[in-house]
């Protein structure tokens, strides 16, 4: 255009062929860019969007721009303007140009293709603008920053839960020691379906347990099945396992000391007993006693070594049963002897504590015990009461002694005892001791003392008869006649003045040494 000041310039858009042009009617072309209005040729408009106009002509339209490209503004001037916009490419073959694949981006206006992420990167939708919207996959952590490359976690690591950007810290993250993921517990690839995407992935191994800090083998005593992120579970009351790392409560046995009772809940063993406990080919046990006299310092024991003292009843240097007359508690050391009874007392064999040792001669608790035949006493040169005791006791065949002051006084009088029929006695006579406490047992052939107004019936045996006894307060005596038809009879002493009565008391005559 002439810039002669006089010249007069053509509308905006608007040209004319050639210089020096005189009239207005020259201004008749369109700018690249532009098209002639067709209802006003004195206009001339932009180009829109996505078309251009490339000469200077008289045109009324621009042309579109191929392949679905499309232009940053109006009023483009060919077709080298006409661009793919981000996150669109032109693919090889395609007509049109379409949104970057998943997984690709473009920045820019251009005619450039995608660029990938990287392998095994994703992007949340397709068209993606920008290289930030690259993601690592949930389960997923970075291998490798050039080129990017993603891959499963696995072989115990394990990634977000979500998807994440891929940064230099989005790498998969190792399970804490001795925790491992299922593909490594079952030694096998990993499933492809199969993500592991938060540290509840890492597992104990079988036989392993969680704590509050780290996990750890299952000691003795607890299982686990593993594969899991569980404590490990102890075994039953007197129960354990016969090593650490058990894996199942069918792994737990009986535990040393302990035995499995009769109702399959175990129980501890006695004093004087021990287990060794189960195994896992024989889980149950059972309690074995020491050998005879000997005993354990405590219940619980697991092996023969603890039978390393004397049992209730035993002492001396080999733990040899009490003799009459002595007992012994329990727990002396080999080699201590059992303890005499005090004198004028005696006990069974094998008796156990002091309450255990009896007086010799115990009083009738009224007077006299009365014979059904009084001839049966036997007279005795003693003339006191100390003195006829004294010939009884010497007696291990006297049942009993009974002493009659004379009228005269002076503490003297007449002494008689009665003595134990040694053959064939039709009668079993049983003394109350204490409150039936144990019984001095003797051989007659007569009843011993008054019948009590009530007696038991249909009495089976002579233990029958003594436990009918020790019930009833009253009776001092039980009398069994075994002879012919059985029959149990309880009596008492009878009040008798200026007479008493005195029981011996002797070891081997007790009921508990006749029926231990």
């Not at 096998?188 to 509840?200: D, H, I, L, V, W």
Request: charge should be negative; glycine fraction near 10%.
């Amino acid at each position: 255009m002439n810039a002669n000041a006089n010249c007069v310039p053509c509308p905006d858009g608007i040209t004319t062929a050639a210089e020096g042009s005189t009239t207005a009617a020259a201004c008749s072309l369109a700018l690249k860019g532009y098209y002639i209005d067709s209802a006003n040729s004195t206009v001339a408009i932009k180009c829109p969007l996505d078309t251009y106009q490339d000469q200077e002509a008289n045109v009324t339209s621009c042309t579109a721009c191929p392949n679905g490209w499309k232009t940053k503004e109006t009023g483009a001037t060919g077709a080298a303007v006409c661009l793919a916009p981000p996150g669109f490419e032109l693919v090889d073959g395609a007509t049109n140009i379409t949104a970057c694949a998943a997984g690709s981006y473009k920045a820019d206006w251009n005619r450039n293709p995608c660029v990938a992420c990287g392998t095994g990167l994703i992007t949340k939708e397709a068209g993606s603008v920008s290289k930030d919207a690259c993601l690592v996959p949930a389960g997923y952590g970075l291998t490798s920053l050039s080129p990017m490359v993603a891959a499963p976690c696995e072989k115990n690591t394990y990634g977000d839960s979500v998807d994440r950007a891929a940064v230099a810290n989005a790498r998969c993250t190792a399970c804490p020691a001795d925790m491992f993921t299922m593909d490594t517990l079952e030694t096998r690839t990993r499933n492809s379906s199969e993500y592991y995407t938060a540290e509840s992935a890492c597992l104990v191994k079988p036989g392993w347990g969680t704590t509050s800090t780290t996990p750890q083998e299952c000691p003795v005593g607890t299982f686990n099945e593993g594969k899991n992120r569980s404590p490990c579970h102890h075994c039953g009351t007197g129960w354990t396992t016969v090593a650490a790392g058990k894996t199942a409560e069918s792994q737990c046995v009986v535990q040393a000391g302990w035995k499995l009772a009769a109702d399959n809940i175990p129980a501890p063993c006695d004093k004087g007993s021990y287990s060794t406990g189960g195994t896992e080919v024989a889980p149950n046990a059972t309690c074995t006693p020491c050998a005879t006299g000997y005993s354990t310092q405590e219940d619980e024991s697991v092996s023969n070594d603890e039978c390393a003292v004397c049992a209730p009843g035993y002492g001396g240097a080999l733990c040899a049963q009490c003799n009459y007359g002595t007992f012994a508690s329990g727990g002396a050391k080999v080699g201590d002897a059992c303890a005499a009874c005090a004198s004028g007392s005696t006990s069974r064999k094998g008796a156990t504590q002091s309450q255990q040792c009896y007086s010799t001669l115990i009083d009738a608790r009224n007077d006299v015990f009365n014979l059904a035949d009084e001839g049966a006493w036997a007279d005795n040169a003693a003339t006191t009461g100390i003195a006829c005791g004294a010939a009884c006791d010497a007696l291990d065949t006297c049942v009993m002694y009974k002493f009659v002051v004379n009228e005269a006084g002076q503490g003297t009088g007449k002494c008689s005892l009665l003595s134990e029929v040694s053959s064939n006695p039709s009668h079993t006579v049983g003394f109350k001791i204490g409150n039936g406490d144990d019984y001095s047992v003797w051989g007659l052939d007569q009843s011993v003392g008054a019948a009590l107004a009530s007696q038991p019936s249909s009495v089976a045996d002579e233990a029958a008869c003594k436990d009918a006894c020790t019930a009833a307060s009253e009776c001092e005596v039980y009398v069994w006649n075994a002879s012919g038809t059985p029959k149990c009879t309880l009596t008492k002493s009878e009040l008798e003045e200026a007479s008493i009565s005195m029981f011996q008391v002797v070891g081997a005559k007790l009921y508990s040494d006749l029926h231990p």
